[in-house]
């Protein structure tokens, strides 16, 4: 891995190849414009001049494009950095001119990463795949939902961050239903031996989630209680709501750390009472047959003096002893219910 701050170029590593185009709209309280493509210097002449500017960058492969965007918005080379590094842990920053929040989109057990910068009229979204992710506060815009556009930047910021926490409640949710559900199952103890794969399926999504949330909750709360300019007093109970539905995620996945914990202890006491059911099993067939092996054992040493080896009913009298011995056996092990 090369040091980022030797490098004066830009390099996108992560592994989606979504080719890099731009989706605009910009707006004020009566009007909206759209454009898409991939020429941003065709755009900026659609730009609302009094209004908000949302763009949305989608595929992170053209870094001279994304360059372009950034320039253009005054953001500053490291960030531009941070953006395109997709392995780039879940963080909150606040500058002068904007804020910057880079983060997980999580959708279908894929961890995408989204980045969030907020200006004073201005708000760009860059993702590394063209999804509907922000399509309702599209159209929250399209149709003024709420009178959206007669908020300011911060307020969409909020709305698209808000979107974010949402799509983790549902993820946090979802592995709560799946971690009830292994439960039901371990406590009925049908030996499935899909559960430990449901399990480790489980927790590779538990930890997916805990490693975008957690620097997330650490950091957010700075920012919207930071006296920032471009946090407006207005619009600030948004970002309050939004910093709770974030605790509330962070609430339900220590719920899930310590349910999976004690899913785990109980699969692997399931998996020793099992083994020991079978390790019971093979003793008691084992107690069966070792005097059996010892009377065999006898009268295979061929002694001259042997006489039961001559008797014309030894054979018979072999057998009946031996059987008599097997199931009395057997039933002393079944009435201390040893089977």
Known sequence: MKNNLLSDKLAYN?????????HL??????????AAGDDFEEMKSRFQPDGITWLQIHGLEDTDAVQTVCTHFGIDFLVMQD???TD?????????????????????????Q????QGADFVLTFQERDNDFFDDVMRAIRNNVLKIRTRQSDYLFSVLLNGLITGYMSVAAAISDGLEELESALLADTGDRDIGVQMQELRRDYMQLKR????????????????SSLLHRVN?????????HLLNVAQNIDICRETLSSLMDLYISNN?????????RLTVVSTIFIPLTFLVGVWGMNFRNMPELEWEHGYILAWGVMIVIGFVTYLFFRTKKWR
């Open 88 to 112: 780039h842990a879940s963080k909150v920053e606040e500058h002068d001119q904007y804020n910057v929040i880079i983060a997980k989109q999580i959708m279908g057990g894929e961890a995408m």
């Open 236 to 244: 600030r109970p948004f970002f309050n709501d939004v910093n709770d």
């Open 212 to 227: 975008t949330v957690l620097p997330l909750k650490e950091q957010y709360s700075r920012l919207f209680r930071s006296d």
């Open 114 to 117: 989204v980045s969030l910068v």
């Open 83 to 85: 953006i395109l590094n």
């Open 272 to 280: 020793d009472l099992r083994m020991n059911d079978i390790m019971k």
């Open 25 to 34: 709209c910009s707006y004020t309280v009566d009007r909206v414009e759209e």
């Open 14 to 22: 992560g592994d989606t190849k979504t080719r890099t185009h731009l």
